[in-house]
Structures are given as C-alpha cells and as structure tokens.
C-alpha cells in the first residue's frame, strides 16, 4: 500500500452480474502522467465489449499495477491515482470505476462463469488470459429458444439428452423432456408463459437486483475494500445423486445468495418482535377503500399504512434509518423505503426503492408502492429504482406466517417485517378500568436490526412507538 | 412502458463516416441530450481491425477493392459490404440491465430473432460471440462492441446477401480460423435484399430490449447538435 497523502485506487469495474473478470487492454495514461476525473485511464476488454475506464479522480498516475494483456477479477486494484493535488472527483464518477455495479438483471441463461474467487485474493492475480484458445471442436450449441425453456423451467441443457447433429438438444427434446417429468423439481412454472410478451429470456429492460450491494460510493476507504466477491457458489459440487435433479443457478440467485451470506457476515442481527392491535387500522381502512380506489384507483394496503407509521417513527430513531459506514454512523434527514418483492414464485427477489417516503401521505405511499410492485413485477424498474434505500420492509405475512427473522439489505442498520393479521381473543381495559375479552385483529411485526448500531432498547421503543402510531391512527391521519 | 428509442436508416455510409456518426450520438446519448439511438445501415466493402486484431489475421489480395481501417471496438478483424445489415445500437446501457454480458446475449437474441422469421436457426456458441448456424457451424452474424460511461456502440453486422470469401481469404476474420462464413441468401437458396430483412431488425431489437422505436429520417440527424 503506497499510502502518500491521498491515493486513490482504480479497481477492476464490475461490468455484469456474472462477469467476474476484464482484461486490460490498454494504459490510455502511464506512470507518472496527469489525469483528470472522468478522462479515459484504461480500456478492458470483457466478451467482446471493449470499455473505457475513466479515472475515478484527478491527479497523477502513481502506480500502474497490472500490464496489457492481463486479466484480472473484478475488484484488484489496477492503478493507484495520487501526488500532489489528488482529489476524488467532486461528484464521485459515476462509471463503474470503484463501485460495484448495483444492478443485476435476470440472465437468463446463467453462463456458468463466475468462478469463485476468494474474497481476499482481490489484491493481485494475473489469471490466463482472457479468451482461452478455444478449440474448435465439441462445442455444445445451444439455440436461444432451447437455453429460454430450459431457463424457465430450470433445467440444466446439459441433462436434457440431445437428438440432434452430435448430440445437440433440440426445441423437440427439451419439450420432451419437460413433458416426461424429467424436470419435475420446478414446481411452479405457469407463469412465465404469460409474463414475456416480449419473446426473449428473462431479461428485458432493466431488472436490477436483489437488495444490491451497492456500498455507497463516498466512503473513501473501503471502497475497494467492498468490492463485490463472486459468490462462493459453485465449488465443484458433487454430481447429483440418487432422485436429485441439477438446476442451474441464475445470475439473480446468485446475487441474492451472495448479499444474504455478506449480510450475515457483516451485521449482527437480532430480531425483537411486537404484537400490534390493528382493528383501528383494519376500520379505517374499510371505510377509506371504496374512496381511495374509486377517486385515485389505489387500494390502502395494510402495508401502506405500516409503511407510512414506519416512516414517521424512523424520525424519531435515526438509527434505525442509519448506517454504519466505516468507523463513522450515517444518519439522514429523509427515508427511502425499499419494500422487499418476489418476482415470480421463487425466481428471485427485488427491492425497489421509494425515495422520500416522508414526503407521502398515506394516498402517496399507497400509490408509490403498487406502482414499484408493479414495475418491479414487469421489469421495468430502473437502476435507480433500487438504488439509495435507508430501510427496508419486508412482508411475508400474505401467507399467513405469523414471525420471520429477516436479512438485513445492506447496508441498512433494519428491516421491518409484517406479518399476518388475525382475529384473536384479546384482553382489553375499558375506561372504567374494567379488563374484557374481545376479538381483535392482531398482527406481529419484528425489528431486525444490525446491533452493532442499534442497541435492543431502542429497538424495543421504535417498536413501541410504531405500534401505538398504528394503534391510535386517527380519522383524519394519511 | 417501454423506453422510447429513435432508429435510423442510413442506407450505405461509409465506414468512417458512420463511427463519427456512432461518436457524436454517443456523446448526446451520454449527456442525456438524446434518446437511445439505433442505426441500420450498410457499409461499401471494408476490413476493420478490432483492438485484438493479431498479426497475420489480415492478407488482402493486391488490387481488391477494399478499405481497411482500424477502430476502437472489441474484437479481432471483420469484413463489411453491402448486402451486410449493420445494425449500431447506442444505447445507455444503465438502463438496459447495466451488464454487458447480458448485452451480448441480447444482440445474439436479436439476431436469432430476426434469422428465425426467415426460418434459419440461429445458435450461440459458447466462448465465441456472434451468431451462428450449425452443422457444420457456419457464422452469419458478427459482434463486436465498445463502451463508454456505459454507453455502447458498433454492434452486429449479419450477414444478408453478400460473398462471405472475403472473410476468409482476405482475412481470418474475428480471428477465427477454419471457421466458414454463409449468408441468409446463400442459406435459404434465394436473394434476400437487405430491405426485406431490417424491418424485421428492427422490430426484433425493439421486442429483445422492450423498447419502443419512432423511426427518424438521416435528415433528422442535422438537428443533432455537433453534426452537419
């Protein structure tokens, strides 16, 4: 570590959800020449997409540490930007350069290359070379339309057995495939079919990921620090035995794989939980229904109103709408509230973003929620929709569970989860004093938490004060 | 909602002219000043030498009536010539999915797309780029790509109806060598002009990318600040 003054280092960009590596293709500056924020440094190469990189600072080029011609994973710092006058660019650049690229998107054919890569060796290791002399022969076609239905069923083409030239699988055999039986680890695959208008994989506009990474960029140290490690997946996994079916894993599982196993290994998570009396809520939402969707469309979820009660209480306990970053705590004077969304039965999970929830009402946050859910459920959210959460919510109560221990999405300091609303006996205390038995509608909610930051007394007192806003909603409160 | 893009048809440009072309509309797309920008078009006979062109990949005849230049895209050598659609996305890959293998796939899908309606079937291979038929493989659709602050250009170049010779005589093109190159005309036995194939392109690339296109004359380029 060549630690002058100020030293930036320029790190291999990350340019794909399941590209794990870029070779450098050419030094546009060398050693010892000065650069601007935002000018050309190098060029890598990935597949055949060449790209620029941009200097993520101004200042001279101190070290240049790996030639041409080497690849590298994505994350070795490949130049070090210092001397005299360095300084980050004011607004950080926003290429790729130091910051893991948030968005992933559904790959559908997930090409089997992201290849393990121990997370501290992102200091320096010259790989082969890129393109590996492939030879011409053996190799396995797979047409777009056969890698489409396998993807969507979940089936590895290469245990589909091929009729066609040299063994290759055909539209014919991958059906038949299907319809023996073969496949039957995927449960639930009718909606796939209808969910692609448009023909291709599972891809289209831009579907970003699970609840990214994407560390936020000012941090100065542990930018590089953070880069993004390929998922410990794949190891070399045993062949599948006896009544086990391989399934290969998308590009998304893999993320979400790898955010949930980062997650753990970052936070120190305890989860407090909470009963809440919603028969006020359950009342007032009755009555604003047929309002809310006749005049603007929009159905008052339960979820709207927690969210907005969620929103108000996070005012009040900074922390929880915080984050740790580095040995400094963030906290904010606003609330962007990611609200965790399965795509599809299992295929994957997304955490689209609504930014400023402080600003909105009750009709607002209703509306700003069916729309994300939507877009996310269509594809159409864009990097940014799933970018800059302070908190996120998480609600798996559809199904009528009752206490879950959520993950947080890094990196927040909490996740709030919502569970089923049920009628239960409940004792209650009139004004006399006097204690009754009534059917109320009740609802758990829990506070995972990162106890690093938040200590489980705050925890308990955001949980209280959320429960009494929902408690006591009043008429008139959006 | 799809994203709204602008496609162009240039007809035949030539080589340079078009990658000044591609550069100026990049850099409106980068600053936001322009939408995603698709053009098709068709090159006269040229060699482009990719950044990883290797000695001896390229051996013109003396005479041939070619232009050789180098550029700025991925990729080894490739030949372009009229009865080639040259289709040039430029694109604000952030938000397209921001992942460039993902961006490769989808080009490939769009060709294949585009091949199927003439019912050929088109099939990636893996490790190589490009599109191809099989049995044996047969290339008819080349990629190659460069990109800056996420914003693409060059893109594919399928081959339509034109002598696929020179891909292996004057050059070993996209460094391939003992490859064969075909075309939809030699494939399907016919002439196939050009115009048959870049409506269904262009339809193609607008269903792989959800987007949707207002097709702009090259006159609407004059309006693009910098250009003409």
Same mark, same amino acid.
């Given at each position: 570590?060549?630690?002058?003054?100020?030293?930036?280092?320029?790190?291999?960009?990350?340019?794909?959800?399941?590209?794990?590596?870029?070779?450098?293709?050419?030094?546009?500056?060398?050693?010892?020449?000065?650069?601007?924020?935002?000018?050309?440094?190098?060029?890598?190469?990935?597949?055949?997409?060449?790209?620029?990189?941009?200097?993520?600072?101004?200042?001279?080029?101190?070290?240049?540490?790996?030639?041409?011609?080497?690849?590298?994973?994505?994350?070795?710092?490949?130049? $070090?930007?210092?001397?005299?006058?360095?300084?980050?660019?004011?607004?950080?650049?926003?290429?790729?350069?130091?910051?893991? +690229?948030?968005?992933?998107?559904?790959?559908?054919?997930?090409?089997?290359?992201?290849?393990?890569?121990?997370?501290?060796?992102?200091?320096?290791?010259?790989?082969?070379?890129?393109?590996?002399?492939?030879?011409?022969?053996?190799?396995?076609?797979?047409?777009?339309?056969?890698?489409?239905?396998?993807?969507?069923?979940?089936?590895?083409?290469?245990?589909?057995?091929?009729?066609?030239?040299?063994?290759?699988?055909?539209?014919?055999?991958?059906?038949?495939?299907?319809?023996?039986?073969?496949?039957?680890?995927?449960?639930?695959?009718?909606?796939?079919?209808?969910?692609?208008?448009?023909?291709?994989?599972?891809?289209?506009?831009?579907?970003?990921?699970?609840?990214?990474?994407?560390?936020?960029?000012?941090?100065?140290?542990?930018?590089?620090?953070? +880069?993004?490690?390929?998922?410990? +997946?794949?190891?070399?996994?045993?062949?599948?035995?006896?009544?086990?079916?391989?399934?290969?894993?998308?590009?998304?599982?893999?993320?979400?794989?790898?955010?949930?196993?980062?997650?753990?290994?970052?936070?120190?998570?305890?989860?407090?939980?909470?009963?809440?009396?919603?028969?006020?809520?359950?009342?007032?939402?009755?009555?604003?229904?047929?309002?809310?969707?006749?005049?603007?469309?929009?159905?008052?979820?339960?979820?709207?109103?927690?969210?907005?009660?969620?929103?108000?209480?996070?005012?009040?306990?900074?922390?929880?709408?915080?984050?740790?970053?580095?040995?400094?705590?963030?906290?904010?004077?606003?609330?962007?509230?990611?609200?965790?969304?399965?795509?599809?039965?299992?295929?994957?999970?997304?955490?689209?973003?609504?930014?400023?929830?402080?600003?909105?009402?009750?009709?607002?946050?209703?509306?700003?929620?069916?729309?994300?859910?939507?877009?996310? $459920?269509?594809?159409?959210?864009?990097?940014?929709?799933?970018?800059?959460?302070?908190?996120?919510?998480?609600?798996?109560?559809?199904?009528?569970?009752?206490?879950?221990?959520?993950?947080?999405?890094?990196?927040?300091?909490?996740?709030?989860?919502?569970?089923?609303?049920?009628?239960?006996?409940?004792?209650?205390?009139?004004?006399?004093?006097?204690?009754?038995?009534?059917? $109320?509608?009740?609802?758990?909610?829990?506070?995972?938490?990162?106890? $690093?930051?938040?200590?489980?007394?705050?925890?308990?007192?955001?949980?209280?004060?959320?429960?009494?806003?929902?408690?006591?909603?009043?008429?008139?409160?959006? | 909602?799809?994203?709204?893009?602008?496609?162009?048809?240039?007809?035949?440009?030539?080589?340079?002219?078009?990658?000044?072309?591609?550069?100026?509309?990049?850099?409106?797309?980068?600053?936001?000043?322009?939408?995603?920008?698709?053009?098709?078009?068709? &090159?006269?006979?040229?060699?482009?030498?990719? @950044?990883?062109?290797?000695?001896?990949?390229?051996?013109?005849?003396?005479?041939?009536?070619?232009?050789?230049?180098?550029?700025? @895209?991925?990729?080894?050598?490739?030949? &372009?010539?009229?009865?080639?659609?040259?289709? /040039?996305?430029?694109?604000?890959?952030?938000?397209?999915?921001?992942?460039?293998?993902? /961006?490769?796939?989808?080009?490939?899908? %769009?060709?294949?797309?585009? =091949?199927? %309606?003439? #019912?050929?079937?088109?099939?990636?291979?893996?490790? =190589?780029?490009?599109?191809? =038929?099989?049995?044996?493989?047969?290339?008819?659709? #080349?990629?190659?790509? &460069?990109?800056?602050?996420?914003?693409?250009?060059?893109? /594919?170049?399928?081959?339509?109806? =034109?002598?696929? %010779?020179?891909?292996?005589?004057?050059?070993?093109?996209?460094?391939?060598?003992?490859?064969?190159?075909?075309?939809?005309?030699?494939?399907?036995?016919?002439?196939?002009?050009?115009?048959?194939? @870049?409506?269904?392109?262009?339809?193609?690339?607008?269903?792989?990318?959800?987007?949707?296109?207002?097709? @702009? #004359?090259? %006159?609407?380029?004059?309006?693009?600040?910098?250009?003409?």
């Amino acid at each position: 570590m060549a630690s002058t003054q100020t030293s930036i280092d320029v790190v291999m960009p990350q340019m794909g959800v399941s590209v794990s590596e870029g070779t450098i293709v050419r030094w546009v500056k060398q050693e010892g020449e000065r650069i601007e924020a935002d000018e050309t440094l190098l060029e890598i190469s990935t597949d055949k997409v060449d790209t620029e990189v941009p200097s993520p600072a101004s200042g001279v080029v101190t070290e240049i540490l790996v030639p041409e011609g080497e690849t590298v994973e994505v994350g070795t710092v490949l130049a $070090r930007i210092g001397g005299e006058g360095a300084a980050p660019a004011a607004p950080p650049a926003p290429e790729p350069a130091t910051q893991p +690229a948030a968005d992933a998107a559904e790959a559908s054919a997930s090409e089997g290359q992201a290849p393990v890569a121990e997370p501290q060796a992102v200091a320096q290791q010259p790989a082969p070379t890129a393109e590996p002399a492939h030879s011409g022969n053996g190799k396995s076609f797979i047409s777009p339309v056969v890698a489409r239905i396998a993807s969507e069923h979940g089936i590895d083409p290469s245990q589909v057995p091929g009729t066609g030239n040299g063994g290759r699988v055909t539209k014919r055999d991958i059906q038949a495939f299907i319809d023996s039986g073969a496949s039957q680890a995927a449960p639930a695959q009718p909606e796939p079919a209808q969910a692609a208008p448009p023909p291709p994989a599972p891809v289209e506009a831009v579907a970003p990921a699970p609840p990214a990474p994407a560390p936020p960029a000012p941090a100065p140290a542990p930018v590089t620090a953070q +880069a993004p490690t390929p998922a410990p +997946a794949s190891q070399e996994a045993a062949p599948p035995g006896l009544g086990e079916t391989f399934e290969p894993m998308s590009a998304m599982r893999r993320g979400i794989a790898e955010h949930m196993r980062r997650s753990l290994d970052t936070s120190a998570h305890v989860t407090s939980a909470i009963e809440v009396d919603m028969s006020r809520v359950v009342q007032i939402r009755e009555k604003l229904k047929k309002e809310f969707q006749s005049a603007y469309g929009v159905n008052p979820t339960y979820l709207a109103f927690i969210a907005r009660a969620a929103t108000e209480t996070l005012r009040d306990y900074p922390w929880v709408n915080g984050e740790l970053r580095g040995d400094k705590i963030v906290t904010r004077n606003y609330v962007n509230l990611g609200f965790a969304v399965e795509l599809a039965d299992g295929k994957g999970l997304i955490v689209p973003v609504v930014k400023n929830a402080e600003t909105l009402n009750l009709l607002g946050m209703a509306k700003s929620i069916a729309d994300i859910a939507k877009r996310a $459920r269509d594809k159409q959210l864009a990097p940014d929709d799933v970018a800059g959460g302070t908190f996120t919510i998480t609600n798996p109560g559809g199904y009528g569970t009752f206490l879950g221990t959520p993950v947080i999405s890094q990196p927040q300091a909490g996740i709030l989860g919502t569970y089923a609303i049920v009628k239960r006996p409940s004792v209650i205390t009139d004004e006399n004093g006097t204690d009754a038995i009534a059917i $109320r509608s009740m609802m758990n909610l829990t506070l995972t938490y990162d106890h $690093r930051l938040v200590d489980g007394a705050y925890a308990g007192r955001f949980l209280r004060d959320l429960r009494e806003r929902l408690q006591t909603w009043g008429e008139s409160d959006y | 909602m799809a994203l709204e893009a602008q496609l162009i048809n240039l007809g035949t440009v030539d080589y340079r002219e078009a990658l000044d072309l591609q550069r100026t509309i990049a850099a409106g797309v980068a600053d936001g000043s322009l939408p995603d920008t698709v053009l098709l078009l068709e &090159h006269p006979p040229t060699i482009t030498l990719g @950044r990883r062109t290797e000695e001896g990949e390229v051996h013109v005849p003396d005479g041939a009536e070619v232009d050789v230049v180098e550029v700025d @895209r991925g990729g080894k050598s490739t030949y &372009h010539a009229p009865g080639q659609l040259v289709c /040039y996305p430029i694109l604000d890959l952030t938000r397209h999915g921001q992942d460039v293998k993902k /961006y490769c796939r989808q080009l490939e899908e %769009a060709i294949a797309q585009t =091949l199927s %309606a003439f #019912s050929l079937e088109g099939a990636t291979i893996e490790g =190589l780029t490009g599109v191809w =038929l099989q049995s044996p493989p047969r290339k008819i659709a #080349s990629i190659g790509i &460069h990109l800056s602050k996420w914003v693409s250009t060059h893109g /594919y170049a399928l081959n339509v109806d =034109l002598d696929p %010779a020179p891909f292996t005589d004057w050059i070993t093109a996209c460094g391939l060598d003992g490859y064969a190159f075909t075309s939809m005309a030699r494939e399907l036995g016919r002439p196939v002009a050009v115009d048959e194939v @870049r409506p269904v392109a262009a339809q193609t690339f607008a269903e792989v990318f959800g987007i949707t296109f207002e097709e @702009r #004359s090259p %006159a609407g380029i004059a309006r693009i600040p910098a250009f003409g």
